[in-house]
């Protein structure tokens, strides 16, 4: 409450010096650096801040009013200057949107970002009729590593199986960490025998690789889901069915790759 004080009256004095320095480009940056540190995430949406831009213009305006075309054009300077401030609070949301959604430990998506990500290209599967492809990953025995060399050198292999998994991946496709050690893959306009190249090659060189200081080998078990072809209703269906492929995949032995469709076969 004492931040939304301090925030209104830093406002009121930049937004006055604005208008009467003819819109000055220095007092906005100067606004820009002071008035973003002193918000946080609730207080940067704009409904908040046009509230109060509209409280404190008030107040600048009572000392001016002999004069309305002068009137109209401390308004109009007193529009740019909110404009440019809700430009950059946006940002600012952005920025923190993303650090929200971001794992900390790998650099991936984490599981908070999957349902605005997933609906995005979901909805731009069906409004273009092109595939799209949902991948599920788990480390084989990853448990075992844990109780073995503990859970600092459990997550330096996720860590690295993280740095494989993405850069095996092109630039449009997503990487999630879902949960623990399991990922979810995300690959747009992508059918099942498109699918197969990519995962394949996580899968393999997951395999033969090495990792950590202690010489850790490890394998993974993925399931796969594709829309159209296994008729999802919906994303949600779409994450089901390739978690129900991943628990086939497990079954069947793990380190290898299995697609829903083969659930009837």
Avoid: C
């Avoid at 999802?232 to 069915?241: A, G």
Wanted: hydrophobic fraction near 40%.
């Amino acid at each position: 409450m004492e931040n939304l004080r301090y925030f209104v009256i830093e406002y009121k004095n930049y937004l006055e010096d604005y208008l009467l320095k003819g819109g000055n480009d220095d007092v906005l940056f100067e606004a820009y650096q002071k008035l973003l540190n002193l918000l946080d995430e609730s207080s940067a949406q704009a409904a908040n801040l046009l509230d109060i831009h509209n409280r404190v213009l008030k107040d600048v305006l009572n000392i001016r009013q002999d004069n309305d075309v002068v009137q109209w054009i401390y308004i109009k300077r007193a529009t740019e200057f909110l404009a440019q401030i809700l430009i950059a609070t946006d940002a600012l949301l952005l920025s923190l949107k993303e650090e929200v959604e971001r794992d900390v430990l790998t650099g991936l998506y984490n599981r908070l970002a999957i349902n605005g990500i997933l609906s995005k290209l979901w909805s731009d599967g069906h409004m273009t009729d092109t595939p799209l492809t949902v991948a599920m990953l788990d480390l084989d025995n990853f448990k075992e590593v844990n109780d073995r060399y503990g859970h600092v050198v459990g997550d330096e292999l996720l860590k690295e199986v993280s740095y494989i998994i993405k850069k095996s991946l092109r630039e449009e496709d997503v990487a999630i960490r879902y949960g623990g050690e399991e990922f979810v893959i995300i690959l747009p306009k992508t059918d099942s025998s498109g699918a197969k190249i990519p995962l394949e090659r996580i899968r393999k060189r997951i395999e033969d690789e090495t990792f950590t200081d202690a010489g850790i080998k490890t394998t993974v078990s993925i399931g796969v889901s594709v829309y159209p072809d296994d008729r999802p209703l919906n994303m949600e269906e779409l994450i089901k069915y390739a978690d129900a492929a991943l628990y086939e995949a497990k079954t069947r032995g793990k380190n290898r790759i299995h697609f829903y469709k083969q659930l009837d076969g």
